[in-house]
């Protein structure tokens, strides 16, 4: 069974730093494109930042570049999203996916709030 965990949302003031993990299981992970999506109350989900199976390509969207950096740890199965400059902006839950033919996968997904 494909499962996909998210961890390490929370509470941050504006400008502080989160670091989001999602621990991957049930399927071969080192093999698989991996995503970070978010969500925000009212708007469509939409793509954060995505990196290749050995994280040579990886894409940001415009509004987290320089601030969000995703990586992955192929030996324990879990990518990660760290977040610096955090913006109230930000707020939304974040998902992390996969496509695994044709099919997508998504975690239960983790709230970020930036708020003073």
């Known amino acids: 069974e494909v499962q996909l965990v998210e961890s390490g949302g929370g509470l941050v003031q504006p400008g502080g730093s989160l670091s989001l993990s999602c621990a991957a299981s049930g399927f071969t992970f080192s093999r698989y494109y991996m995503s970070w999506y978010r969500q925000a109350p009212g708007k469509e989900r939409e793509l954060v930042a995505g990196?290749?199976?050995?994280?040579?390509?990886?894409y940001y969207a415009d509004s987290v570049k320089g601030r969000f950096t995703i990586s992955r740890d192929n030996a324990k199965n879990t990518v990660y999203l760290q977040m610096n400059s955090l913006k109230p902006e930000d707020t939304a839950v974040y998902y992390c996916r996969t496509n695994l033919g044709g099919i997508d996968y998504w975690g239960q997904g983790t709230q970020v709030t930036v708020s003073s």
């Open positions: 990196i290749r199976s050995a994280g040579g390509s990886i």
